[in-house]
C-alpha cells in the first residue's frame, strides 16, 4: 500500500493505493492519526488507487470517522473503482461516510 498526502486550502487530501487489508491496515491507522493529531480534520480520501478493501481496511474509517467527527471536522471519500465502492455500500459504511465520484465534488462539499 502507498499513501499520498497533500493539503490544498483547508482540506487534507490522501491519497492510497494498492491494497487495504490486515497487512497494511495498522500503517494506514498510523498515518491518519498522526494527521488527525496535528489538528488536520478536514479530510478527502482518494481512492482511485485503491484495489482491494477489506474488514480490517473499513475498521479504519469507522475509527477516523469517529475521531474526525469528535474533533467537529470533516470527512469524505472519492474515486472508488466498483469493486471498493461495492464492499463500502454492502457493509453500510456509505451512509455513514459520504462518497463522491470526483476530487472536485469531495473539495466542494467542504464549502
Known sequence: MKVLEEKIGNVYNVKISGKLDATTSGEFDTNLTRIVDSGEIVLAIDFSGLDYISSAGLRIFLI???KIKKADGKLACHSMNDNV??????????SIIPIFPT????????E
Open 64 to 66: 477516523l470517522l469517529k
Open 85 to 94: 465502492k461495492e464492499v463500502f455500500v454492502i457493509s453500510g459504511f456509505s
Open 103 to 110: 476530487a472536485e465534488e469531495a473539495q466542494s462539499s467542504f
